[in-house]
């Protein structure tokens, strides 16, 4: 066993720890030239083994504002993973390269997994179904900036809570922060896992409710986080088409929402979310992605204690 502080699941960082990261992570955003020699000569690895935009390009773009350097591979058949290596001997390799690593996996547990192997810090990209802390991160930085606190909200949570990690992972992060309550909504099909209503919502004593329809409940919310029916989850693609448009939303249903709901989405949208609530002010999800980059440089500087 080693001390090297890994990130996991959302609950590996204290509230001290997640507020010093939101709080570096905003004096980033005001004073980037004061950040941007600090990691030179440090290189992050970025090892995906799944699809990704937003999270790879931000980790590689946080890590090049910060005046470090990157390597690593988008698609896994561009490495030796394509003649069998292992994650284990990858980990071991890089991790004597790199002087961090972020990985994303379709495997629940493979970045737990690899902090076995991993002599510098490993940073959960995303786990299969299961957890997404980085994007949690981006969320609760997007929260904090734009409702200025991150306690007394109604949050509504629409889509795939099954398979959807950042909604587990967000869920985790939100229930430790005083006065929120959570509208869960999603077919029945599509309900968030036993384990996070038994052990996070339930056990933390979470005001929360679960519904099927979006309109029921949408003039309640303070924040409205939007996410796609993911079909690379799905064992059965009659299931995904039948499932895959439960909720789209657009104007007419937005202009049922309070004036000052915002709407997040982790990305990518599908049809979950019209292009012409893209022009509505209360649509921030282009924002939370931007902040995505500024958490991201804040959560690298803190895993290898610069500053
Ligand atoms: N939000 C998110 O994880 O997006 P990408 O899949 O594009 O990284």
Redesign the pocket.
């Known amino acids: 066993m080693n001390n090297i502080k890994h990130l996991i699941d959302p609950m590996d960082l204290s509230i001290m720890e997640l507020e010093d990261i939101l709080g570096l992570a905003n004096d980033i955003m005001k004073n980037p030239k004061e950040y941007s020699h600090l990691l030179s000569g440090k290189i992050l690895a970025t090892l995906f083994y ?9 980790f590689e773009a946080a890590m090049m504002k910060l005046g470090g350097n990157i390597l690593g591979f988008s698609e896994p058949n561009s490495s030796s993973v394509s003649k069998g290596e292992s994650l284990s001997d990858t980990i071991k390799i890089v991790s004597t390269y790199a002087d961090i690593i972020a990985m ?1 996996h379709p495997k629940e547990g493979s970045a737990k997994v690899a902090t076995i192997y991993s002599s510098v810090p490993i940073i959960n ?2 786990d299969g179904g299961h957890q ?1 802390p ?2 949690t991160l ?1 969320d609760l930085l997007t929260i904090k900036s734009l409702k200025e606190n991150l306690e007394g909200h109604v949050i509504g949570i629409c889509g795939d809570l099954k398979f959807g990690r ?1 909604v587990h992972s967000l869920i985790k992060a939100i229930s430790r922060y005083k006065n929120n309550k959570i509208i869960l909504i999603s077919p029945e099909e599509l309900t968030i896992p036993q384990y996070i209503r038994d052990e996070i919502l339930i056990k933390e004593n979470i005001p929360f409710i679960e519904v099927e329809r979006l309109e029921d409940v949408i003039d309640k919310l303070d924040i409205l986080y939007m996410t796609r029916v993911q079909k690379e989850r799905f064992f059965n693609e009659e299931d995904y088409i039948r499932l895959k448009d439960s909720y789209i939303l657009d104007q007419s249903k937005m202009s049922k929402a309070k004036k000052d709901m915002i709407v997040l989405h ?3 949208r599908v049809n979950e979310i019209a292009q012409e609530v893209d022009k509505d002010p209360r649509a921030c999800y282009f924002k939370q ?1 931007e902040y ?1 980059m500024y958490v991201r440089m804040a959560l690298i500087l803190k895993l290898l204690e610069v500053r």
């Open positions: 799944e699809p990704s935009t937003r999270t790879r390009f931000s994303r990209a995303g997404h980085t994007q981006t950042t982790p990305l990518p992605a995505g």
